[in-house]
């Protein structure tokens, strides 16, 4: 069970904080990640973090978003800074470990950004 927080409103250029803490039976082999949606488009990978401290940023949000991970906590972090409003979505987080058919999604957050 994934049980994600953080989102809000917020200014352009402001910055907002994703969490996403992961319960139950997980192997310690694991992807964890944020994906969004906007109505009417496909959702778009964000930002992924494997255990070991891989990271994959989607092209749209390199050097503003940081993605990060507790491993003890089994909790991802998003560090949005510098938001635009092509930013606003419901943004959702996920864990993976395709080896043991895990593929586990919270419910998502709606990130609003203002101009």
Not at 30 to 39: D, E, F, H, K, S
Not at 40 to 45: F, N, Q, R, T, V
Not at 66 to 87: G, H, W
């Amino acid at each position: 069970q994934l049980q994600a927080s953080g989102g809000g409103l917020v200014q352009v250029g402001g910055s907002l904080r994703l969490s996403c803490a992961a319960s139950g039976s997980i192997p310690s082999i694991n992807v964890m990640g944020w994906y969004r949606q906007t109505p009417g488009k496909e959702s778009e990978l964000v930002a992924t973090a494997t255990n070991g401290g891989n990271t994959n940023y989607a092209d749209s949000v390199k050097g503003r978003f940081t993605i990060s991970r507790d491993n003890a906590k089994s909790t991802v972090y998003l560090q949005m800074n510098n938001l635009k409003p092509e930013d606003t979505a419901v943004y959702y987080c996920n864990i993976k470990n395709r080896l043991v058919g895990l593929d586990g999604w919270g419910h998502g957050t709606q990130v609003t950004v203002s101009s």
